[in-house]
């Protein structure tokens, strides 16, 4: 099994930055995608960015240039770098993990992001 702990959410003002953080442990598959997706209230769950093993990145349009994920791979760790923050960014977070083997997801706790103008 695959554990996958977040932190870095919080309150901030529009136009301010923040860094989710996404620690993974356990029987991490050598083949896999890491991400984040976003859930806000009344709205449909968004991928927001995502990171295949070899470096291939992908990006929600919304975020594009504003948004940045990257890996930390000996420490296990993915990031989302979130700059020039909106109030429509106002979401939970979660970071998952998917075994591009066997197609399996494992899902960190969430992060709420609040975004005030």
């Known amino acids: 099994q695959v554990q996958l702990v977040e932190s870095g959410g919080g309150l901030v003002q529009a136009g301010e930055s923040l860094r989710l953080s996404c620690v993974a442990s356990?029987?991490?598959?050598?083949?896999?995608?890491m991400g984040w997706y976003r859930q806000a209230p009344g709205k449909q769950r968004e991928l927001v960015a995502n990171a295949i093993r070899g470096g291939s990145t992908n990006y929600a349009d919304s975020v594009k240039g504003r948004f940045a994920i990257s890996k930390d791979l000996p420490k296990n760790t993915l990031y989302l770098q979130m700059n020039s923050l909106k109030p429509e960014d106002t979401a939970v977070y979660v970071c998952?993990?998917?075994?591009?083997?066997?197609?399996?997801?494992?899902w960190g706790q969430g992060s709420q992001v609040t975004v005030s103008s």
């Open positions: 998952y993990l998917k075994d591009l083997r066997t197609g399996q997801d494992s």
């Open positions: 356990g029987n991490i598959p050598s083949s896999n995608a």
